[in-house]
């Protein structure tokens, strides 16, 4: 570490003084590979939405590996096999793009798409819990580089939205997504706005209002309304009557 700060001290004061030496330079170059994804294989749903899913997931792996995030954060550079050209391959070797979730299966596979790594996994449904789990695996080695698991349970669209865009990014950082504070901010926010508004116009039902603090609570419900409007699908189910607010549960996060 001492040997490269001289050397880059010497380089910087002998441009200052007009000397042009060669300096060393330490910059990795990018390693470059292909990459395929293969179809989540469905257990307990449906192939159509497994289907779905690892369009998806395929669609994700495409967002990532182009973004100037990724080329910045990492010094590897990867060139995603399209769907159209692995059901052409697989046609000429007379398979289908089924899935595998085995190693050997999964090097059968990238040496057909002539891939140095490819992705495998599976998408399981048991009660109400989905468990989805994804490898990418090296082709020459047989070597699992990268391995994510999730269990989410859920409305199915956050699938799409949330666990799948998850599961990519684990893959290709080799750390979780970090969760949003958004919706904490949100639920901070009508929580002290609420128990302001009750306690400036309805005194919070002490008796000085004839409904029971009935401005207060309409105020809230308005707040309410302004701040979660936007969201979609909706953060909280509502119910009650007479101008009142009862939040029931937050959607995505049921025991």
Same mark, same amino acid.
């Given at each position: 570490m001492l040997h490269k700060i001289i050397s880059v001290l010497l380089c910087f004061l002998m441009f200052q003084i007009g000397f042009i030496i060669p300096c060393p330079s330490w910059a990795q170059e990018k390693e470059s590979y292909n990459i395929a994804v293969l179809d989540l294989i469905a257990n307990g749903i449906s192939e159509t939405e497994a289907l779905s899913l690892s369009d998806n997931m395929r669609g994700k792996f495409a967002e990532i590996t182009t973004s100037e995030e990724f080329n910045k954060a990492t010094n @590897?550079?990867?060139?995603?096999?399209?769907? %159209?050209?692995?059901?052409? *391959?697989? $046609?000429?070797?007379?398979?289908?793009?089924?899935?595998?979730?085995?190693?050997?299966?999964?090097?059968?596979?990238?040496?057909?798409?002539?891939?140095?790594?490819?992705?495998?996994?599976? @998408?399981?449904?048991?009660?109400?819990?989905? %468990?989805?789990?994804?490898? *990418?695996? $090296?082709?020459?080695?047989?070597?699992i580089l990268e391995v994510s698991n999730e269990i989410f349970k859920g409305p199915r669209d956050n699938l799409l939205t949330t666990v799948i865009p998850g599961i990519v990014h684990e893959l290709m950082y080799g750390r979780k997504l970090k969760k949003s504070k958004k919706l904490y901010y949100i639920i901070g926010g009508v929580v002290l706005a609420g128990g302001i508004a009750a306690a400036v116009l309805g005194g919070g039902g002490s008796g000085d209002s004839p409904t029971g603090g009935g401005e207060g609570t309409a105020l809230i419900e308005i707040i309410i309304d302004e701040l979660l409007t936007p969201l979609n699908p909706p953060l909280f189910k509502r119910e009650g009557t007479e101008g009142s607010v009862q939040v029931e549960k937050m959607r995505g996060f049921e025991p």
């Open positions: @590897i550079s990867y060139t995603l096999v399209e769907r %159209s050209q692995m059901d052409k *391959i697989f $046609d000429e070797f007379d398979v289908q793009n089924t899935g595998c979730t085995d190693i050997s299966c999964a090097i059968e596979f990238g040496k057909m798409l002539n891939v140095e790594r490819i992705v495998i996994g599976s @998408i399981g449904l048991v009660g109400e819990t989905y %468990s989805i789990q994804a490898r *990418i695996v $090296d082709v020459e080695t047989t070597k």
